[in-house]
């Protein structure tokens, strides 16, 4: 089956740049995803980057996605106490619309 | 809109008992799911509905059962808890079959005794 394998935990110091990394198995996968989670709350949905990609870019938020290696990342740009909380990345093997399957999240702790 | 809510937020069970937990949306959304977080395992997939009337099993579909009579409610049914059912439940939806984003209730944190 498919397997998302993300880091547990990330620290990093307001402002610096944080890069959450994630590595999947199924090359099929169209489109791969980022989410949120802040404490106490659902997902929410960072951002998504298609497999035709190499490089996403919305605003402080960089995705890179290397085919190759099945590897994706998040950047997030000038870290704020904000950004705190649990990050998933998320791919959609073809042949199974109706489904995402999950990374188990990063937690990035931001640190003054 | 409320989007997607979940009830109820929290919940303490007896290992045996029965109950449901409660998802509605107001998006009219075709696609609505369950899933389950766990510490370290991320979120799996209990079961899923592409359309009222229509629903199947995902990744852990064991001790749970659930319907979807309309569009607007997907609940999830627990008929015997168990211990091992002790985590916190998200449900999602979105409008489509395709890639859509997923909008996340606010989840209930269950647990069993």
């Known amino acids: 089956g498919e397997d998302v394998e993300q880091s547990l935990f990330l620290s990093v110091r307001e402002g610096d740049s944080s890069v959450i990394n994630c590595t999947y198995t199924?090359?099929?996968?169209?489109?791969l995803y980022w989410y949120k989670q802040e404490p106490g709350a659902g997902l929410q949905l960072l951002t998504y980057?298609?497999?035709?990609?190499d490089m996403k870019q919305d605003q402080r938020l960089t995705v890179l996605l290397n085919k190759k290696d099945k590897h994706l990342s998040l950047r997030i740009a000038d870290t704020q106490t904000g950004d705190s909380a649990i990050y998933f990345c998320?791919?959609?093997?073809?042949?199974?619309?109706?489904?995402?399957?999950f990374g188990t999240g990063t937690r990035l702790q931001v640190t003054l | 809109n409320a989007g997607v809510t979940q009830t109820p937020k929290f919940q303490v069970l007896k290992t045996g008992q029965s109950m449901t937990l409660q998802c509605a949306q107001d998006?009219?959304?075709?696609?609505m799911s369950w899933y389950r977080q766990d510490p370290g395992m991320g979120l799996r997939l209990i079961h899923y509905s592409v359309g009222a009337g229509i629903t199947d099993q995902g990744e852990v579909p064991n001790g749970y059962n659930v319907s979807r009579s309309t569009t607007e409610d997907f609940p999830l049914r627990l008929l015997s808890a168990a211990p091992s059912q002790t985590s916190v439940y998200f449900c999602a939806s979105r409008l489509g079959l395709t890639n859509e984003k997923l909008f996340f209730g606010s989840g209930t944190q269950l647990s069993v005794l």
């Open positions: 998320a791919e959609n093997p073809t042949g199974t619309a109706s489904k995402l399957t």
């Open positions: 980057i298609f497999s035709n990609m």
């Open positions: 199924d090359s099929s996968s169209t489109y």
């Open positions: 998006m009219n959304h075709e696609y």
